[in-house]
């Protein structure tokens, strides 16, 4: 099975400020890498697909980088509702679909 | 635009089965793409449970599938979990959502989920 490690579990920032979470894989996963926004008592939302593209919709703040095992997620400059938890996702050919454990974002 | 929508018991007891159902609207099953169930226990992270397509091919988390069949009715527009012999373990929200079958898989549409609580 191919392993998501994402990190920090947690995070504070302050408004304006650029944060940037982590995911790495076990193994090589291509850019087979997507990223959510969660807020609580919500569903997830996907933001980032393929690694770097851009759901539509989403603000341009937000964008993704890497490929094969390293991953980054970057807000370029924090805004008051972007307060949420953050999921990695790999897809294999299994198939199967593994998220990474979570970044909890807050406020500073 | 594509909705889903969660229904079933919130409450199931030790040893019984969990059955949910996704309805969905503003999109044809039998169009294409993939139907998913993925739960969060409280408080925790998100794990991919199941999928199936409109023909009926379905696929597991091995962790689970002994205890999974995902089913779909493409003449109502719905699909359903049914998870049996459950245990407190299995309590958590469940999230039913649309996805692509290859890479990158991502879920592009998602329920507002449902909790389900195991307690006798």
């Known amino acids: 099975d191919i392993q998501m490690t994402q990190s920090p579990s947690s995070l504070s920032a302050s408004v304006g400020d650029r944060v940037t979470i982590t995911c790495q894989a076990s193994?090589?996963?291509?850019?087979?890498l997507n990223w959510y926004q969660q807020k609580p008592g919500k569903a997830p939302k996907l933001l980032i697909y393929d690694a770097s593209n851009l759901e539509t919709g989403v603000p341009s703040r937000f964008s993704g980088s890497g490929s094969g095992t390293d991953f980054t997620f970057t807000i370029s400059s924090l805004q008051p509702e972007d307060i949420a938890t953050y999921y990695c996702q790999q897809y294999d050919n299994l198939p199967m679909y593994t998220f990474g454990q979570g970044t909890k974002l807050e406020i500073k | 635009q594509v909705q889903l929508q969660e229904s079933g018991p919130g409450l199931v007891k030790p040893s019984e089965t969990l059955s949910l159902t996704c309805a969905v609207s503003g999109y044809s099953i039998s169009s294409g793409y993939y139907w998913g169930w993925i739960r969060q226990p409280p408080g925790k992270g998100l794990e991919w449970i199941g999928s199936?397509?409109?023909?009926?091919?379905?696929y597991y988390n091995p962790s689970l599938k002994s205890r999974v069949t995902i089913s779909v009715d493409t003449s109502k527009n719905q699909f359903s979990l049914k998870l049996s012999s459950v245990t407190a373990a299995d309590t958590a929200v469940y999230y039913c959502?649309?996805?692509?079958?290859?890479?990158?898989?991502?879920?592009?549409?998602w329920g507002q989920g449902t909790l389900v609580t195991v307690s006798s």
């Open positions: 193994q090589d996963i291509s850019n087979y």
């Open positions: 199936i397509y409109h023909s009926g091919s379905t």
């Open positions: 959502a649309r996805h692509l079958n290859y890479a990158p898989g991502e879920f592009d549409y």
